[in-house]
């Protein structure tokens, strides 16, 4: 088996997953200069109501691509009104306040929204239902599963669309006009309120699709889980130059592989000094060498006056 | 001999003596409400059958006929209350306390029950500390976490002699693993193969592909079912048909639940016998049975752990905790659970634990490891 092959496609395949969520944070932080803190929550309720509508349909036997579309639409649905009503109630009040505001607004937000998956699903995890059956295909000494390659696919597919849609669309060019500079795109007639709407809606959709494809490949779900992701995004994001989308991309990708290697390796290398318990480090020690190195991250643009 | 010698004292306290029988008082502690009343009505219900069949043949101590009552008091699992209760049961006068269930509870009441001398015996509590507080009223008849740790690490050599190990940082999964290490090494096997996680992770893809390169027989996890249900997804999704074990923290329906299809062929082990393999175990889900209904799990621990106690103040011919606390240290007796006695910390020496697989998605009973040595 080839060990360093298995731990770039675990890599990969990790960090298609946090450069889905990367792109939510990235989209908001381009348009409004904030980062939204309670996006890993949006992915959270995504995978929570995915989970719930796919177990129903299972037991109720619908097909199961059916129940799986259902369940995707059901978690689209959830995360892109409570992304929207998100930015309508709680950041466009504060549009105009000291960046503070927003911030600490966000991880309010996000912790709200925490709670009340808490109240709804309870504290136990959810598990999966086992509709999928995996398949396990060897490639060249490393293994893939079936779910892997949808996981791939799927993220393939919808960050794709959303170049397309950024870059080729009239919204698009909202979008970038609004981020380029609010006030002057307002005054040329473009609709600043609804393409901000929009980039949540667009961004918790991919959240919801996140949410789902974890859950999947996971196997299980719980109110909790969108913490620690939405951080790992974040630095995903930070990495790649936040506010750039192929910036997430590359560095959701980049985070994934080095996390795989970094925790696969860094027992064997520092002799059992350090443990496999520091994969979590990676993400955040990456973050805070962008930070101290190029503060505007791999593709991002030299903005001092923002940095 | 002690059978007969009881008979003896029976009728010489029948002849002697049919004036005032004294009470003695021992209490029992547990939840009684909430989420795990079940668990602990089925301790109290223990308690009571062994109390009412001692009281059935007229015992007495230093002559005198004596009845024990039992007081039944309701911990609610909460680390407060138990204190609570405890100095309750302490200022009415118990004289010895069958209790508590959690280790969570047994841990701060034993402060209280070990100041004022009173012997506590836990029928349920398998955190290490417990016992190991130097304090010399606290004895329990589980096998303590330790002791798990050791029977997984012997039963993962006899599955494979390559042992990798994972634990989640925990007190309870590092501690685990220590021993289970211990004993792999003890047993003549090998640690290929020690990788740590967080009670926290979902993803332990990385370290399952650096475990695979080592070509382990068995994977020994130390931790929860929300860690362990995950973890053996990925291994078989990894391709590794790897045996993988793990202690009571895993050994639950939970696990089955979020583990799925991938829990089959799982080995999680448990303290203590299954009650059908218990020496006194038919007999007593018959007596336990008539009264009270189904056995939980604790029945036969609680029942045990009242016998032991009084026939120590019986054996000691008093009820005064300083007279028979001795004689509770130098316990041998055949319970329902198996032979006890207690070592010098005041656990169950040589508990045993037992072994259970996935069997179509279920847990089922494989072997029970350590425990006294067949008669």
């Given at each position: 088996?080839?060990?360093?092959?298995?731990?770039?496609?675990?890599?990969?395949?990790?960090?298609?997953?946090?450069?889905?969520?990367?792109?939510?944070?990235?989209?908001?932080?381009?348009?409004?200069?904030?980062?939204?803190?309670?996006?890993?929550?949006?992915?959270?309720l995504g995978a929570m109501v995915a989970v719930t509508v796919l177990a129903v349909?299972?037991?109720?036997?619908?097909?199961?691509?059916?129940?799986?579309?259902?369940?995707?639409?059901?978690?689209?649905?959830?995360?892109?009104?409570?992304?929207?009503?998100?930015?309508?109630?709680?950041?466009?009040?504060?549009?105009?306040?000291?960046?503070?505001?927003?911030?600490?607004?966000?991880?309010?937000?996000?912790?709200?929204?925490?709670?009340?998956?808490?109240?709804?699903?309870?504290?136990?995890?959810?598990?999966?239902?086992?509709?999928?059956?995996?398949?396990?295909?060897?490639?060249?000494?490393?293994?893939?599963?079936?779910?892997?390659?949808?996981?791939?696919?799927?993220?393939?597919?919808?960050?794709?669309?959303?170049?397309?849609?950024?870059?080729?669309?009239?919204?698009?060019?909202?979008?970038?006009?609004?981020?380029?500079?609010?006030?002057?795109?307002?005054?040329?007639?473009?609709?600043?309120?609804?393409?901000?709407?929009?980039?949540?809606?667009?961004?918790?959709?991919?959240?919801?699709?996140?949410?789902?494809?974890?859950?999947?490949?996971?196997?299980?779900?719980?109110?909790?889980?969108?913490?620690?992701?939405?951080?790992?995004?974040?630095?995903?994001?930070?990495?790649?130059?936040?506010?750039?989308?192929?910036?997430?991309?590359?560095?959701?990708?980049?985070?994934?592989?080095?996390e795989s290697l970094g925790a696969g390796y860094i027992g064997d290398l520092t002799?059992?000094?350090?443990?496999?318990?520091?994969?979590?480090?990676?993400?955040?020690?990456?973050?805070?060498?962008?930070?101290?190195?190029?503060?505007?991250?791999?593709?991002?643009?030299?903005?001092?006056?923002?940095? | 001999?002690?059978?007969?010698?009881?008979?003896?004292?029976?009728?010489?306290?029948?002849?002697?003596?049919?004036?005032?029988?004294?009470?003695?008082?021992?209490?029992?502690?547990?939840?009684?409400?909430?989420?795990?009343?079940?668990?602990?009505?089925?301790?109290?219900?223990?308690?009571?059958?062994?109390?009412?069949?001692?009281?059935?043949?007229?015992?007495?101590?230093?002559?005198?006929?004596?009845?024990?009552?039992?007081?039944?008091?309701?911990?609610?699992?909460?680390?407060?209350?138990?204190?609570?209760?405890?100095?309750?049961?302490?200022?009415?006068?118990?004289?010895?306390?069958?209790?508590?269930?959690?280790?969570?509870?047994?841990?701060?009441?034993?402060?209280?029950?070990?100041?004022?001398?009173?012997?506590?015996?836990?029928?349920?509590?398998?955190?290490?500390?417990?016992?190991?507080?130097?304090?010399?009223?606290?004895?329990?008849?589980?096998?303590?976490?330790?002791?798990?740790?050791?029977?997984?690490?012997?039963?993962?050599?006899?599955?494979?002699?390559?042992?990798?190990?994972?634990?989640?940082?925990?007190?309870?999964?590092?501690?685990?693993?220590?021993?289970?290490?211990?004993?792999?090494?003890?047993?003549?096997?090998?640690?290929?193969?020690?990788?740590?996680?967080?009670?926290?992770?979902?993803?332990?893809?990385?370290?399952?592909?650096?475990?695979?390169?080592?070509?382990?027989?068995?994977?020994?996890?130390?931790?929860?079912?929300?860690?362990?249900?995950?973890?053996?997804?990925?291994?078989?999704?990894?391709?590794?048909?790897?045996?993988?074990?793990?202690?009571?923290?895993?050994?639950?329906?939970?696990?089955?639940?979020?583990?799925?299809?991938?829990?089959?062929?799982?080995?999680?082990?448990?303290?203590?016998?299954?009650?059908?393999?218990?020496?006194?175990?038919?007999?007593?889900?018959?007596?336990?049975?008539?009264?009270?209904?189904?056995?939980?799990?604790?029945?036969?621990?609680?029942?045990?752990?009242?016998?032991?106690?009084?026939?120590?103040?019986?054996?000691?011919?008093?009820?005064?905790?300083?007279?028979?606390?001795?004689?509770?240290?130098?316990?041998?007796?055949?319970?329902?659970?198996?032979?006890?006695?207690?070592?010098?910390?005041?656990?169950?020496?040589?508990?045993?634990?037992?072994?259970?697989?996935?069997?179509?998605?279920?847990?089922?009973?494989?072997?029970?490891?350590?425990?006294?040595?067949?008669?």
């Open positions: 088996m080839d060990v360093l092959l298995q731990q770039v496609l675990n890599g990969l395949i990790l960090g298609s997953l946090y450069a889905m969520v990367a792109l939510g944070y990235t989209m908001v932080y381009g348009i409004l200069e904030l980062i939204n803190f309670a996006h890993g929550e949006i992915v959270m349909l299972a037991a109720l036997g619908v097909p199961v691509p059916l129940a799986l579309l259902s369940a995707l639409a059901a978690a689209v649905a959830v995360c892109v009104s409570t992304g929207v009503l998100v930015e309508r109630v709680a950041y466009r009040p504060l549009r105009n306040a000291p960046r503070l505001a927003p911030l600490i607004t966000a991880i309010g937000v996000s912790i709200v929204l925490q709670n009340l998956a808490m109240i709804v699903w309870g504290r136990q995890y959810l598990s999966f239902p086992p509709v999928l059956d995996i398949q396990i295909y060897e490639v060249a000494g490393a293994t893939v599963t079936n779910v892997q390659i949808l996981i791939v696919a799927v993220a393939a597919v919808t960050m794709g669309g959303l170049l397309v849609l950024v870059r080729r669309t009239r919204l698009g060019r909202a979008m970038r006009a609004t981020a380029q500079n609010r006030e002057v795109a307002g005054l040329m007639g473009v609709d600043v309120n609804r393409v901000i709407a929009a980039t949540f809606a667009v961004g918790s959709a991919l959240a919801a699709v996140a949410g789902l494809l974890i859950a999947a490949y996971y196997g299980i779900a719980h109110y909790n889980m969108g913490f620690i992701l939405g951080l790992k995004a974040f630095s995903a994001a930070v990495l790649g130059g936040i506010g750039n989308i192929p910036g997430a991309l590359l560095g959701g990708l980049l985070l994934g592989v080095i002799g059992g000094f350090l443990g496999s318990h520091y994969q979590d480090i990676f993400a955040f020690f990456i973050l805070i060498l962008v930070l101290v190195f190029r503060p505007s991250g791999l593709l991002g643009e030299r903005v001092p006056d923002r940095a | 001999m002690r059978s007969k010698l009881l008979i003896a004292a029976m009728l010489a306290s029948a002849t002697l003596s049919v004036g005032a029988v004294e009470t003695i008082k021992v209490g029992v502690v547990a939840p009684l409400t909430g989420p795990q009343a079940h668990l602990g009505k089925d301790i109290e219900n223990g308690a009571r059958l062994a109390v009412d069949a001692i009281n059935a043949t007229n015992p007495s101590l230093g002559g005198k006929p004596v009845q024990f009552s039992l007081q039944a008091e309701d911990d609610q699992a909460d680390p407060k209350t138990a204190t609570v209760v405890a100095q309750k049961l302490v200022d009415e006068g118990a004289k010895g306390v069958v209790g508590h269930l959690n280790s969570g509870a047994s841990i701060p009441a034993s402060r209280i029950y070990s100041d004022n001398g009173i012997p506590q015996v836990s029928p349920a509590s398998t955190a290490v500390a417990y016992t190991h507080q130097g304090f010399k009223t606290t004895f329990r008849l589980m096998a303590n976490d330790s002791q798990q740790g050791k029977a997984l690490g012997q039963y993962a050599v006899k599955l494979g002699k390559r042992v990798a190990v994972v634990d989640d940082r925990t007190a309870y999964g590092q501690g685990l693993i220590d021993e289970v290490v211990k004993a792999v090494k003890a047993a003549g096997g090998e640690v290929v193969g020690r990788e740590y996680t967080t009670d926290k992770s979902t993803d332990f893809t990385a370290i399952m592909t650096s475990i695979k390169a080592k070509k382990p027989d068995v994977v020994v996890f130390g931790g929860m079912d929300p860690q362990a249900a995950p973890m053996i997804r990925q291994m078989r999704t990894l391709g590794m048909k790897t045996h993988f074990m793990g202690g009571d923290g895993m050994q639950s329906a939970e696990f089955l639940k979020l583990a799925g299809n991938s829990a089959e062929g799982a080995i999680g082990s448990s303290p203590g016998l299954p009650l059908e393999k218990m020496p006194g175990g038919a007999d007593f889900t018959k007596r336990f049975g008539e009264k009270f209904g189904k056995v939980q799990i604790y029945a036969p621990f609680s029942h045990d752990a009242a016998v032991v106690l009084i026939q120590a103040m019986l054996r000691a011919g008093s009820a005064e905790p300083a007279q028979y606390l001795p004689e509770l240290g130098k316990t041998q007796v055949d319970g329902v659970i198996g032979p006890i006695a207690f070592d010098d910390k005041g656990d169950l020496k040589d508990g045993p634990v037992t072994l259970y697989q996935v069997k179509d998605g279920k847990w089922q009973a494989v072997e029970t490891i350590g425990g006294p040595p067949a008669k």
